[in-house]
């Protein structure tokens, strides 16, 4: 990594350079200096141009989101090329020739400022040597002298903890809406084993309780109000009711997390004093870093409510907890939304790592799965899948426990259903998201015969692929791929099993490799418990969760931290109105009901003594009621019964 200090005297910049660990200036020559002259109305001149520069940008993609034609496109005026033109331009007047040469020539990756307070507001990612921003060639972080220290040192960890905190104002829906989206992304495509995430919203979070909170954590994600005052120890984060979290409060609580990541605004009333300091971030990430443990990036103007800071933050998320930098991982986050989004939006160009860029947050062997521990865990099927597979899992889990009283055929026979119920309850996933499309009429379901939909899932799962329309489960599309052969390879051998053509000296083999397969499914798809399976009993918000096995059954709100108002909390009893009765799985983000009504029915009861009983039926959708009822009748004379219908 390039290190370059740079020192202010009056209007003269001195630098050194610390090149591979080597404080030798190895660039000076004879009448060579590592100097130049600055005057500060330049510096003003250069950073009110690219605040005019982003206002226009703002602007004009609040127009639907960026995603529209701008007046400016009609006149060619291009963004992109204007930051070039004055980033060059200072450039050539900031740094000397001697450096400029020599980062021209560079093979290094990673690039590190360490500067005086007076150069603070300057983003030097956005200086240009007229070919390419200093973004594109390095990976950039940048400290201030006197504010923090100069090198971050921590080992990257394999466990993380994170927080997000979204709107505790309670007035800010683009912050809810990122606290929603972002925490489930995170946590559908992240292992909770690798990645533990907490989310406090609104009105709820009280100063002690967020305290509280960011002790422990790694990672604190913050999208909401900021109160900036040019005493540092005095910026914060404001809660509900104007109160505010300082820095101080922040630096006092013990909390030392490795990165800070703030989608934030200025409140209305620091917005002027904000103004009229061009340093205001740096003085505000400057506030959270007294440590100098923690890195911190964020935004240095204001950024209209549109989806690109939240794709631009997914981006950010996904490469760093792939193990790369911090500076690498921003850097694929800016190179995706200049490609990706309009050339009015300045996305790409409004955040900056305050930190090293070479801070490695999670360890890049952290996601590659270990063999000694790889198995599936019982107790989070019993609590947290789906109670049809939670259900037959647990019968073979006792089968096990007791395997001196049960042959392996046995074994087989209950690894089978629950293979049968964990297909059939996707194949009831898939399909009613397939009907919530509108296509075409409700596909058929068979239940006497689960391996017979394997067809149909996947001609539905090729449509929904084709039309590139987002499922409501992302993951499962990819897992029902990826398992594909594995999972006709299962069903092949159910039917050598029940009609006897596997040898008795090879059934233990038979019975190892079902388990090791379908076992290996399970765990894939253990981001259905970031959803909900409810039985509607009323409308209303708080439904009979059927997760797991029925100890864990339980009236719950269904409502994320940041959906507790009134209004969301009507709409959630209008739209549960005409579900009452019936099952369904719930998305929270998208506030979302996929009505299972159609291919399953789960009768529930309360007894005398207060404990729920279930009559559990798989439907066969799309045949004659009489023959819908031959087939929950006939289930008992069957080679392979399924779970028992009525469990206590």
């Given at each position: ?14 630098f050194?350079i610390?090149?591979?660990?080597s404080?030798e ?21 250069f ?9 226009v940008?703002?602007?004009?993609t ?7 034609e701008?007046?400016?496109s ?6 992109s ?16 020739k ?6 021209k020539n560079s093979?290094?990756?990673y690039?590190?400022?360490h500067?005086?307070y007076k ?5 030097l990612e956005?200086l ?16 201030v ?8 040192d921590?080992e ?34 992240f ?23 960011i ?23 404001i ?6 979290v300082h ?5 006092l609580?013990?909390?030392k ?8 605004c ?5 917005r ?25 990036i ?5 950024l209209p409510d549109t ?5 631009f ?16 991982a921003?850097f ?37 799965p ?17 109670y ?15 395997k ?10 209950a ?11 996707l194949?009831a ?10 296509l ?25 692929k084709?039309?590139k ?5 992302p993951?499962?599309?990819?897992t ?14 159910k ?9 008795e ?9 079902l388990q ?10 253990e ?16 439904h009979?969760?059927?997760?797991g ?19 969301i909390?009507?709409?959630l ?23 299972l ?5 789960l ?12 009559a ?9 009621t ?6 929950l009748?006939s ?5 392979l ?8």
């Amino acid at each position: 990594m390039i290190t370059i200090i740079i020192d202010r005297v009056g209007n003269t910049n001195i630098f050194n350079i610390i090149h591979d660990q080597s404080s030798e200036n190895l660039l000076l020559r004879d009448n060579q200096s590592l100097s130049s002259i600055t005057d500060d109305d330049l510096i003003d001149e250069f950073l009110t141009e690219l605040h005019n520069i982003a206002a226009v940008s703002r602007t004009f993609t609040r127009i639907k989101g960026g995603e529209v034609e701008t007046p400016y496109s009609s006149v060619n005026f291009d963004i992109s090329k204007r930051i070039h033109q004055i980033g060059e331009a200072f450039y050539r007047q900031f740094f000397p020739k001697v450096l400029i040469d020599f980062l021209k020539n560079s093979n290094n990756e990673y690039l590190y400022f360490h500067v005086d307070y007076k150069l603070a507001s300057i983003p030097l990612e956005l200086l240009s040597d007229g070919y390419k921003f200093l973004w594109e060639k390095f990976f950039i972080g940048k400290s201030v002298k006197g504010q923090q220290n100069s090198t971050i040192d921590f080992e990257a960890k394999e466990y993380l903890q994170m927080l997000i905190i979204a709107d505790p104002t309670e007035d800010l829906d683009w912050a809810r809406k990122e606290g929603e989206y972002l925490y489930d992304h995170l946590s559908t495509n992240f292992p909770e084993k690798k990645l533990q995430i907490e989310m406090l919203s609104g009105r709820r979070i009280t100063k002690l309780s967020l305290l509280n909170a960011i002790v422990g954590k790694d990672l604190i994600h913050y999208s909401g109000h900021l109160h900036y005052t040019d005493d540092l120890q005095e910026n914060g984060w404001i809660l509900y009711n104007n109160k505010i979290v300082h820095a101080r409060e922040v630096q006092l609580s013990g909390a030392k997390p490795i990165l800070i990541f703030s989608n934030s605004c200025i409140s209305g009333s620091d917005r002027e004093q904000m103004e009229s300091g061009q340093s205001w971030y740096e003085n505000f990430a400057s506030s959270f870093l007294k440590s100098g443990k923690t890195n911190y990036i964020g935004t240095i103007w204001e950024l209209p409510d549109t989806k690109q800071t939240l794709n631009f933050t997914q981006q950010f998320y996904n490469f760093l907890f792939d193990g790369e930098s911090v500076g690498y991982a921003l850097f694929k986050a800016r190179d995706f939304s200049r490609r990706n989004f309009s050339d009015m939006d300045l996305t790409w160009a409004s955040y900056l790592l305050m930190g090293s860029p070479l801070s490695q947050i999670f360890r890049p062997d952290a996601r590659t799965p270990d063999l000694s521990q790889n198995v599936l865990n019982y107790d989070l099927v019993a609590e947290k899948y789906p109670y049809p597979i939670a259900l037959a899992y647990d019968k073979f889990i006792n089968l096990v426990l007791n395997k001196e009283k049960h042959s392996h055929s046995e074994r087989i026979e209950a690894l089978f259903r629950v293979l049968d119920n964990t297909i059939l309850f996707l194949t009831a996933l898939i399909f009613a998201n397939y009907n919530n499309l509108n296509l075409s009429d409700p596909i058929e379901l068979n239940a006497e015969d689960p391996g017979e939909n394997l067809a149909n899932i996947y001609k539905v799962l090729k449509i929904v692929k084709t039309l590139k329309t987002e499922t409501v489960i992302p993951n499962l599309l990819e897992t029902m791929y990826v398992h594909k052969d594995d999972i006709y390879k299962l069903y092949d051998w159910k039917t050598m099993f029940l009609n006897n053509l596997i040898n008795e000296d090879n059934i233990e083999g038979y019975s190892i490799s079902l388990q090791y397969l379908l076992e290996r499914f399970l765990m894939e798809l253990e981001y259905l418990k970031n959803y909900g399976f409810y039985r509607i009993m009323d409308p209303g918000y708080i439904h009979l969760s059927i997760y797991g096995l029925p100890r864990y059954h339980k009236m719950r709100e269904i409502t994320l931290p940041t959906q507790a108002s009134a209004e969301i909390r009507e709409e959630l009893t209008v739209r549960t109105a005409p579900l009452t009765g019936k099952s369904v799985f719930y998305i929270p983000v998208k506030r979302l009901f996929l009505d299972l009504s159609l291919y399953f029915d789960l009768g529930v009861t309360l007894s005398e003594s207060g404990d729920y009983q279930y009559a559990m039926h798989f439907l066969s959708y799309g045949q004659t009621t009489e023959k819908k009822s031959k087939v929950l009748n006939s289930q008992k004379s069957r080679s392979l019964p399924p779970v028992d219908p009525i469990h206590n």
